[in-house]
């Protein structure tokens, strides 16, 4: 209600969620005897990172995935900006982490192997927020084709990350028996 209220205000929305949180109490405890700030913002954590955050960032991207063409898709633009996520991240942070573990400047950390460390460098082409900001900069004055081009590219190029970033770590995650209340699982 606070959110509608602020927007039909004409100021920006995101103020709602400021002032509303000025008025949860720092000090006080709820019924079950937690402080009541840290007990919400652990609560509400895990739908703000999985759900919020992902489809505000999605809807603010103003990308019209069902009306995307093939052609849109396959713009060398779209995956030029697509590769340049997609492989320019991997080898950028896995090629540095490589030189500078390699050059002894650094240790892979403890229980962490080869394929982990290239898992996790696909993941960071994920970032998709500041490129979309940054590729829309780039191409301002190109027009709005440019545009549709650089979010398609960098939606295309996020989605490639992580569902390889994800599938590399889960190939690579260690391979042990793990003992859950006395039985080997």
């Known amino acids: 209600m606070v959110w509608a209220a602020v927007l039909k205000s004409g100021v920006h929305a995101t103020l709602a969620g400021f002032a509303l949180a000025w008025f949860i109490p720092l000090k006080v405890k709820n019924a079950d ?6 007990h919400l913002e652990h609560a509400l954590h895990p739908w703000v990172s999985f759900l919020v955050l992902p489809i505000f960032a999605f ?9 995307a063409t093939t052609e849109d898709l396959l713009n060398p633009i779209t995956l030029g900006i697509a590769a340049g996520l997609f492989l320019g991240k991997q080898i950028g942070i896995f090629g540095t982490c490589w030189l500078v573990i ?11 192997n080869w394929a982990q ?8 082409g994920i970032g998709f927020t500041m490129s979309l900001f940054i590729g829309t900069l780039a191409f301002a004055d190109q027009g709005l084709d440019y545009q549709l081009s650089v979010k398609v590219g ?3 190029g996020s989605l490639l990350s992580a569902v390889v970033g994800a599938t590399v770590l ?8 793990y003992q859950l209340s006395g039985a080997k699982v």
């Open 117 to 124: 460390l290239y898992g996790v460098s696909l993941l960071c």
């Open 59 to 67: 809807a603010n991207a103003g990308v019209k995935v069902l009306g």
């Open 154 to 156: 960098v939606l295309m």
């Open 33 to 38: 005897g937690h402080q009541m700030l840290p």
């Open 102 to 112: 390699k050059l002894g400047w650094a240790k892979l950390p403890k229980d962490a």
């Open 170 to 177: 889960l190939a690579s995650k260690p391979q042990e028996d």
